[in-house]
T-cell receptor, first 115, second 114 residues
Framework: DTGVSQDPRHKITKRGQNVTFRCDPISEHNRLYWYRQTLGQGPEFLTYFQNEAQLEKSRLLSDRFSAERPKGSFSTLEIQRTEQGDSAMYLC?????????????FGPGTRLTVL | DAKTTQPNSMESNEEEPVHLPCNHSTISGTDYIHWYRQLPSQGPEYVIHGLTSNVNNRMASLAIAEDRKSSTLILHRATLRDAAVYYCILRGSYRGSTLGRLYFGRGTQLTVWP
């Protein structure tokens, strides 16, 4: 399968713990995006990378969140000191370029539950 | 981001055509109209996009009003697999720091009955 993959698919953690998610984009795609989706809502943009550079961060991305994309390949999203409000589906997407004609390909998501 | 308005839900019977409307009265001249859909327990997937002219692909057709303030996604023969949330999204060529991101809204939940 050559699509976007995410690991883990599900994560249950206790409040206050740190968690890290991984996203592997489609190999030739230079753009990588992270979104968060809560129940009944559409995905909300968190941040994106062009190659290894993080170009934009949403106001939703508090200082407990950090994302990296070393070497412009896979990306990780870390949440420190998790809170119950962090419970959501975290989606990763990639695209070849950023133009309005470039579709984004989404992974299956990581569902986080904070107890 | 320019906003879109969609009905919360729609229903259809299998093998019937479905017309999913989207209003975008504040669309700018350089905004493309994109549609994505999200099947249960999956990430969103691209469906179709267009600028001014109607567009067709293997999944659907996109009909764009002449004034571009509304559009309609057309599924010619709905199947059970088409049951999903459909999102109408505007993407601009240049919108400052928001270039490339997608603004989803809440979309339309399509139910398909057998």
């Amino acid at each position: 399968d050559t699509g976007v993959s995410q690991d883990p698919r599900h994560k249950i953690t206790k409040r206050g713990q740190n968690v890290t998610f991984r996203c592997d984009p489609i190999s030739e795609h230079n753009r990588l995006y992270w979104y968060r989706q809560t129940l009944g809502q559409g995905p909300e943009f968190l941040t994106y990378f062009q190659n290894e550079a993080q170009l934009e961060k949403s106001r939703l991305l508090s200082d407990r969140f950090s994302a990296e994309r070393p070497k412009g390949s896979f990306s990780t999203l870390e949440i420190q000191r998790t809170e119950q409000g962090d419970s959501a589906m975290y989606l990763c997407a990639s695209s070849l370029g950023a133009g309005e004609n470039n579709e984004q390909f989404f992974g299956p998501g990581t569902r986080l539950t904070v107890l | 981001d320019a906003k879109t308005t969609q009905p919360n839900s729609m229903e259809s019977n299998e093998e019937e055509p479905v017309h999913l409307p989207c209003n975008h009265s504040t669309i700018s001249g350089t905004d493309y109209i994109h549609w994505y859909r999200q099947l249960p327990s999956q990430g969103p997937e691209y469906v179709i996009h267009g600028l001014t002219s109607n567009v067709n692909n293997r999944m659907a057709s996109l009909a764009i009003a002449e004034d571009r303030k509304s559009s309609t996604l057309i599924l010619h023969r709905a199947t059970l697999r088409d049951a999903a949330v459909y999102y109408c999204i505007l993407r601009g060529s240049y919108r400052g720091s928001t270039l490339g991101r997608l603004y989803f809204g809440r979309g339309t939940q399509l139910t398909v009955w057998p």
